[in-house]
């Protein structure tokens, strides 16, 4: 055997994920919007009295939280791109911070919880024209932000999608949180206009609820997304059934002792596979017709013959 074409082949790269950096840059820049929004939504909720501006306020302090543990993510994974200690590549530093991302948000739902019920049990005056105009400005940086991302959420070079699996993870999350606080931001402006018209200011803490629910709602399926990839479970993907399904046509006799497949980048998989087989075949046989499966980047096979 050729030693150095050997020593190729155990050295190739294991980073099967080439990072995003068109959305990196502009997460950057939707941090800065959020931030600034986020800090005259607190600062305007508290000083007019307005518990739904102040619960928008704070839903978008999560939003920024989930975009800054997205730039940290992005950074951290394209430093440690050649780090040999990480197995299978980076791109698990995203989903980690999506994760992290998710808790915080969770933390965040109760404590709009707590205070939107003080609210409701003990009401303040409301300055409903400022709080309104503050609510609009945050609704505009909203749909801006919404915009500045919505172009780059989806990964557009992959052909086989599975459901979703080829997304930017860390992107698709802050867009989807983006239209979830833009939601909250116009609950907060239907329950400060009617308020002001209608003189039912219950209906400000009742919309900080309500924006505290669509924060719970968005963590819970990020943590459910970030979940399974962290955790490996992914052996019910349509991809392993594809897997099946090119073993039984390159020799139906074989038997599967052992199959593995687990996530390793956006929309690529990477598999483990023990076969029993006494019909000649090859384990480079194997590789060569689950190769055509272009979500397959990393393919072990190991043949036992009885």
């Known amino acids: 055997m050729d030693i150095s074409s050997s020593a190729e082949r155990w050295n190739h790269s294991h980073q099967f994920d080439e990072g995003n950096p068109v959305a990196e840059g502009k997460t950057r820049y939707a941090v ?70 998710a808790l915080f948000l969770i933390a965040v739902a109760l404590f709009m919880f707590y205070q939107s019920a003080e609210r409701l049990i003990e009401p303040v005056t409301i300055h409903y024209n400022e709080a309104i105009i503050v609510a609009l400005i945050g609704l505009f940086i909203n749909l801006i932000t ?47 206009v009617a308020g002001k018209l209608w003189g039912a200011s219950w209906l400000d803490p009742a919309m900080g609820i309500v924006g505290g629910i669509l924060v719970s709602v968005w963590a819970a399926g990020l943590l459910r997304d970030t979940g399974r990839i962290l955790l490996d479970a992914h052996m019910d993907d349509p991809v392993v059934e594809e897997v099946r399904e090119v073993i039984v046509q390159v020799d139906p006799e074989a038997h599967i002792k052992d199959l593995h497949v687990w996530r ?43």
Not at 292 to 298: D, G, N, P, Q, T
């Open 264 to 306: 390793v980048g956006k929309g690529k998989y990477s598999v483990i596979l023990s076969l029993q087989s006494n019909n000649g075949m090859c384990p480079n046989d194997f590789r060569e017709a689950l190769s055509i499966h272009e979500e397959l980047v990393h393919i072990t096979v190991e043949i036992n013959q009885e």
């Open 32 to 101: 800065i919007l959020t931030v600034v929004m986020m800090v005259a939504e607190i600062i305007g909720g508290y000083y007019y009295g307005s518990m739904a501006l102040l619960a928008d306020g704070w839903h978008m302090s999560t939003h920024a939280l989930a975009l800054g543990l997205s730039v940290g993510a992005y950074v951290l994974a394209r430093r440690y791109a050649r780090d040999n200690r990480f197995a299978f590549g980076t791109w698990k530093i995203e989903v980690l911070a999506g994760y992290t991302s």
């Open 146 to 192: 919404a915009w500045l991302l919505g172009d780059n959420h989806h990964d557009h070079g992959h052909h086989h999608d599975h459901h979703g699996h080829n997304h930017d993870l860390n992107l698709r999350s802050a867009y989807l949180h983006v239209l979830a606080d833009a939601a909250t931001s116009v609950l907060a402006i239907i329950a400060l």
